[in-house]
């Protein structure tokens, strides 16, 4: 697969602005642009996507599918340098998509130069409500907010019985938005939000903030987090002695959160539109050929990678490798086969797919399991 090394190599030996200007010669693959991290504290979302990438890549190969190949540009899911891929991108064209990035707040702030440059901005990880909104030009196969959070408190309330609650958010635009959807709908389940915490991507320290919502005598705590943090808040919280099940928005469902946060995540609950268990053919057909290819399961964000490659080579075979051909095409391709949906049809007004269903996880012995409907000792 082409990288950002071999990208500049490219741009040594031939000049990449050029090159740009010139378009793709017939014989060249057609380009993806990807924006993600690939360093940084979410580099591991990163390094999933890669691999489902390549999986698919090599399967559509293997099956005489059309030449694609893709450029993925390290943001570390920052805005500031999604904007600066952004333009790259945008003047570079042989790129007819850019998928990415990986955070809804790094993917929104690059979403005016996308859509100025008529250049689709595939978000398949944002599920920030807004991300669609920023024009005709922004797609996604991610679950909403508005749609995941209700079903986060369903688990936590209705399912779990945690109806005294404590809510630590990511003081992103995405956490803060998926914070105030999953506290109007716990509520309206009838529980009591009797604390909400903000911290700072990166944060590493929150005791203070874990003694106030200690002292806010929750039943249980709610985490709108990416891995990497909610691994370190379970620690503290349990360091601190506080006994409460820890229930945290899908994000969180990666190998990593079992790596970071050992002994700390086990009995934590999540939920995931992607489970390896799952005994749809299509599922498990994925999961043998992942496990073949890299010696683990695949996991959601696995997942939803490959789905995106593979509906990427459907609108090349069924449209074109045009900017102009994947517009329309995303608007008129129906039922590509997904791991996720069973397969995908885009509502042309939201921009987005409907028909998830979310797998409720918990983790046991340091491995993620279906949760069995024994809810929580609440003491």
């Known amino acids: 697969m082409l990288d950002r090394r071999s990208l500049l190599a490219g741009a040594a030996a031939v000049g990449v602005a050029s090159f740009a200007r010139a378009g793709r010669a ?11 991290p690939i360093t940084g504290p979410m580099a591991q979302y990163g390094a ?20 694609v190949d893709y450029v993925f540009e390290d943001s570390q899911a920052d805005p500031r340098q999604s904007v600066a891929i952004a333009q790259k991108f945008v003047n570079d064209d042989r790129i007819f998509i850019e998928i990415g990035d990986f955070s809804s707040t790094a993917s929104m702030a690059a979403s005016p130069i996308y859509q100025r440059a008529k250049l689709v901005q595939f978000g ?28 986060l408190a369903d688990y936590a309330v209705n ?23 999953f506290v109007k709908a716990a509520q309206d389940k009838g529980a009591d939000v009797v604390a909400t915490e903000a911290f700072l991507p990166g944060e590493h320290d929150f005791r203070s903030t874990l003694v106030r919502i200690r002292d806010a ?26 006994k409460q099940p820890i229930a945290a928005v899908g994000s969180v469902y990666s190998p990593k959160l079992l790596e970071l946060g050992g002994d700390a995540v086990n009995g934590m609950f999540t939920q995931s539109n992607f489970f390896p268990d799952d005994p749809r053919p299509e599922v498990q057909a994925f999961v043998k050929a992942f496990q073949a290819k890299y010696g683990r399961a695949p996991d959601g964000f696995n997942a939803t990678a490959y789905d995106t490659m593979n509906l990427v080579i459907a609108l090349v075979k069924q449209f074109s490798a045009t900017r102009e051909g994947i517009h329309e095409g995303l608007a008129k391709i129906k039922d590509v086969p997904s791991v996720v949906y069973g397969s995908m049809t885009f509502d042309p007004t939201t921009r987005r797919v409907a028909g998830a269903k979310f797998e409720r996880l918990t983790v046991k012995d340091d491995k993620f399991v279906l949760w069995d409907g024994t809810k929580p000792n609440l003491g």
């Not at 017939?26 to 993600?36: C, E, H, K, L």
């Not at 999933?48 to 030449?67: H, I, R, V, Y």
């Not at 990880?125 to 079903?151: L, R, V």
């Open 26 to 36: 017939a014989d060249a693959p057609a380009i993806v642009g990807v924006s993600g």
């Open 124 to 151: 398949m990880t944002n599920s920030h409500p807004d991300f669609t909104k920023g024009g005709d030009y922004m797609w996604s196969s991610s679950i909403s907010q508005a749609e995941e959070q209700p079903n």
């Open 217 to 242: 005598n929750p039943t249980g705590l709610v985490l709108e987090a990416y891995y990497a943090d909610a691994a370190v808040i379970a620690r503290q919280v349990r360091e601190l002695g506080l």
């Open 48 to 67: 999933q996507w890669k691999a489902s990438f390549d999986l698919a890549l090599e399967q559509s190969k293997a099956a005489g599918g059309p030449a």
């Open 159 to 181: 399912a779990l019985g945690l109806k005294k609650l404590a809510v630590l958010h990511l003081n992103t635009d995405w956490g803060t938005t998926a914070k105030n959807l």
